[in-house]
């Protein structure tokens, strides 16, 4: 097996989605006139989402040279979209915090942690392939 299948792009695609989401205006905070004061990306949430990022990002990184070990591989994926989904629970409730006190408008990237968890999960299912071809292989010698 070699390096450059369909679940590396689909890994690495998720570790740029999240690292990208880090840095873009997930809401723009409006005066009582409707114009936008404060945009806040990810990392304006706190340190739970800083190091969550972080975290989904190292990891999609290390799965992508885990390509010999299956095993490891899918295991590091179920990891992966745990924390993308606890990153998503994380804003959702800073969001809920936020909601009484401010007006805000959410911007398109908002959907970005979602994308990353369809990517790892797209990665999943490509792994589990490459593991059913192999067992296939194996039982035909």
Avoid: C
């Amino acid at each position: 097996m070699v390096i450059q299948r369909i679940q590396t792009v689909y890994l690495l695609l998720a570790a740029i989605v999240t690292a990208v989401f880090a840095f873009v205006p997930v809401i723009n905070v409006l005066n009582p006139d409707g114009v936008v004061e404060i945009s806040f990306n990810s990392l304006h949430f706190g340190a739970w989402t800083m190091v969550l990022e972080i975290l989904i990002v190292i990891l999609a990184i290390i799965a992508i040279f885990k390509y010999r070990d299956l095993r490891t591989q899918i295991r590091l994926t179920n990891v992966l979209m745990l924390l993308i989904v606890t990153l998503i629970i994380v804003i959702a409730i800073m969001m809920w915090v936020l909601h009484d006190k401010l007006i805000m408008q959410f911007t398109p990237y908002i959907v970005m942690p979602f994308v990353a968890l369809i990517l790892v999960w797209l990665a999943k299912k490509g792994i589990k392939h490459d593991k059913k071809l192999l067992a296939d292989s194996e039982r035909i010698r």
